[in-house]
T-cell receptor, first 111, second 116 residues
């Protein structure tokens, strides 16, 4: 069974700091990796995706992928209180369109 | 771009009745739509995957006769909860995939169902 694991948190960081969120996955054949943000009571929102080893930057967000070690991470620079949410990692194996979601990491940015 | 809508945003119904939830992709044609359920403080649980014009594929443990899914067009999928019970009360969220090579999914705003 394909698994995606995340630390449930909460991860607390002060405003302006870098928040680092991590995710590991079990299926070595996984091809695409996604980070979603979900505010309490709302549906998930796609932040970014990555499919090649290395870093991918989009504004304050950087996704990092290491397929050899089977982990993907999300860095949030200059964290803001509005970044406080649950961050979901999702993995697709490249075949069928279904993705497997982790249980999410709750991030709290302290003003 | 990639906007997905859901209707209704919330619904309250009596036990034993049926409820239909609509999911629409507004600015793209969705090759595949997904239906999820999320209970409080839990992660997303995939219920089923639907492709336009074909039968939905249900996840293990999801009753296909209770959760009826119809994907009549590339922009519309519906989920009908039949003979609803209080334990069906949950947050139902649809997502749509454009079918691009990396299969990113775009989520609707969700429907909060309360069964009395």
């Amino acid at each position: 069974q394909k698994e995606v694991e995340q630390n449930s948190g909460p991860l607390s960081v002060p405003e302006g700091a870098i928040a680092s969120l991590n995710c590991t996955y079990s299926d070595r054949g996984s091809q695409s990796f996604f980070w979603y943000r979900q505010y309490s009571g709302k549906s998930p929102e796609l932040i970014m995706f990555i499919y090649s080893n290395g870093d991918k930057e989009d504004g304050r967000f950087t996704a990092q992928l290491n397929k050899a070690s089977q982990y993907v991470s999300l860095l949030i620079r200059d964290s803001q209180p509005s970044d406080s949410a649950t961050y979901l990692c999702a993995v697709n194996d490249g075949g069928y369109q279904k993705v497997t979601f982790g249980t999410g990491t709750k991030l709290q940015v302290i003003p | 771009g990639a906007v997905v809508s859901q209707h209704p945003s919330w619904v309250i119904c009596k036990s034993g009745t049926s409820v239909k939830i609509e999911c629409r992709s507004l600015d793209f044609q969705a090759t595949t739509m997904f239906w999820y359920r999320q209970f409080p403080k839990q992660s997303l649980m995939l219920m089923a995957t639907s492709n336009e014009g074909s039968k939905a594929t249900y996840e293990q443990g999801v009753e296909k006769d209770k959760f009826l899914i119809n994907h009549a067009s590339l922009t519309l999928s519906t989920l009908t909860v039949t003979s609803a019970h209080p334990e069906d009360s949950s947050f139902y969220i649809c997502s749509a995939s454009v079918g691009l090579s990396h299969h990113e999914q775009f989520f609707g705003p969700g429907t909060r169902l309360t069964v009395l």
